[in-house]
């Protein structure tokens, strides 16, 4: 029977799995899991691995045999945390809790009726402020947010102890959850890499493309979805095999039997062939982005519609000579700010490549038939674009170098084929919107293509045969206005100067409370330091509330912020006020230096952002009848 602290602790800290270990109470069978005492009087336990019973701790004497895996443990400060894969009955976890009483721990097991002993014998009073998560074996997705939660919380330093048994028993679970951790800290390092290339570039561009968003439709809100609604609509992205399908999307196009959205640099193949999409999709934040496009600018084509995301890199919509509509997207911190209905209008995710962006427009257009072509995700005879684009900053083809790290996948028709670690995460990445649109029905074209989990592999020509029967394409949509309320953005315009003022004042006062804390640690007055870091928390929360850090500064230093928050974490549980204090110096010095540079650079912009959209908003005459 669970050991009524252990309840105790559960219903407050883990109610879930407290109502799990009262499940498996009614269904514990000892010929699955066995406790005996052992020789040297204190439990010890057995598991039935395929009819024979085999013991997770010794059955002499594990308290023994605990001390001495803990002690062959090194360097144990060094890590931040430590996951202990097996709890069995816990000897080891009591004993590493005992010499190293600081350091937190979390627990996976999974055998649920093992924890369930784990909790009727262990007591875990002097565990309590040590544990982190326990947890067992549970669906994939839940698994991934325990997972997501140890990392949130304690960063990505932890050591892994699994029980040694546990190795041979559980292989494929214990593969699995090191599998995820790993995944997840893949997906963080790509996410950090992402944030310390574009923090700025975001920024920048959304504050820089704010004028022309007030001057183009949303694609979203102001566009009738009627056009699109229940239709076929295409997705043409760049790869090799787009070259063989340029004749198959020039009778799509003349006919009108769906809507065609190129992505990316397909623009540039489709003009090569005299075939102009309805609409190009870009969102990428590089100011190598206005290459793709150049073409478009250079010929003046004014026919082809751009719908780009409002992060877009700004030198990509300067000049456009065609129609503009834009999406907004989620890196842009700037624009939710000064629009009214911010609550009402539909955001698109950012994700690695514009033909996941534009399957969420497609999608939220209410299109119920995607169709993809030239969506390769992998190489085909070592080409990376199809026939008709080509660039001098990259090159279409594979050198010696790159063909060391590729992939193998498995194509449409089963064959496999060599990828990268890019192209595989948006494969990755399209699959999960696909799967979460089950409505949809997703046709993959792409001849030697990867494998995209949730579509149907049918050649271009077989889907104009069977699939594509009539006119569907409505040219109204291009009729659609802006509707953002103007007098409102300029209201917003004025309330967020003065919080940029108020900004500056907060940036130097928690300048002055962290020198303040400076003073103590200099002059040896600890009885003054809780007091100061009250102070310098309160005025630093101010600073992190500020409208417009919030929107200005602090997107443009994510990275800066997540490492902060690291430190943070391992602050706040330094008992030596002296160290402590010094490490506040260490963390909080250097972030809020950055903090006062990029609120000069953020000031700027935002000044110049404001004066061309007062201008513009002074020759509409927008609220003069008010004033």
Known sequence: ???????????????????????????????????????????????????????????????????RLIDQLQDIESYDHVLFIGAGLGYHIKQFSEVYPDIKISIYEPNLEVLYHFFSIQDMRKLYGNIGNI?????EDAVKHEVEK?????GK?????????????????????????KNNLKDRRSSIATNASFQKRWTINSIKNFPTILRTPNILYDVDKKAFEGKPAIIVAAGPSLSEEFENLRYIKDNGLAYIFSVGSAINALIEHGIFPDAACTYDPTHLNQVVIQKV??????????IFGSSVGYETIENYPGPMFHMITSQDTITGHFISNANQVKVVLDAPSIAVVTFQLLNQLGSKQIILVGQNLAYQNDQLYAEGIKYDFVSNELDESELGNLLSIKDVN?????????????????????????????INTTKGGAKIDGTTFIP???????????????????????SYDLK??????????????????????????????????????????????????????KMKNNQFYKAMIEPMMRVQTELLSEKSKKIKYENNLLIKGQSVLNAFGPFLFECETHYEFATQQFEEMKDRVDEWISTLKIGEKDE
């Open 1 to 67: 029977m669970i050991l009524i602290n252990n309840r105790n602790y559960l219903r407050l800290q883990n109610r879930p799995l407290l109502n799990k270990m009262n499940e498996i109470e009614e269904q514990l069978d000892e010929q699955k899991v066995t406790v005996e005492t052992s020789r040297k009087e204190v439990f010890t336990l057995k598991i039935n691995v395929e009819g024979k019973m085999q013991y997770v701790h010794s059955k002499y004497d594990p308290i023994a045999e605990a001390k």
């Open 150 to 154: 140890i990392i949130q919380t304690y």
């Open 135 to 139: 947890f067992t074996s549970m669906p």
């Open 460 to 482: 271009l020509d077989k889907v104009i045969l069977y699939k594509l029967k009539s006119n569907v394409v409505n040219f109204d949509w291009l009729q659609a206005e802006n």
């Open 488 to 541: 409102y953005v300029k209201n917003q315009l004025v309330k967020m100067k003065y919080s940029m003022e108020q900004c500056k004042r907060l940036v130097g006062s928690t300048l002055y409370e962290l020198k303040v804390i400076e003073g103590n640690i200099q002059m040896q007055r600890t009885n003054q330091l809780e007091y100061t870091f009250v102070k310098f928390d309160k005025e630093f929360g």
């Open 297 to 306: 600018k250079d010929r003046n084509i004014t026919e082809i519609p751009l």
């Open 414 to 442: 089963g064959n496999e084929i060599k990828t990268n670690e890019d192209f595989n995460r948006m494969r990755a990445q399209l699959e999960l919107y696909i799967q979460a649109s089950n409505d949809i029905e997703v």
């Open 157 to 181: 330093n932890i050591l892994f102890f699994t029980l040694p048994v546990y190795e041979k028993l559980y292989q494929k679970e214990v593969h699995s959850l090191l599998e995820t951790f």
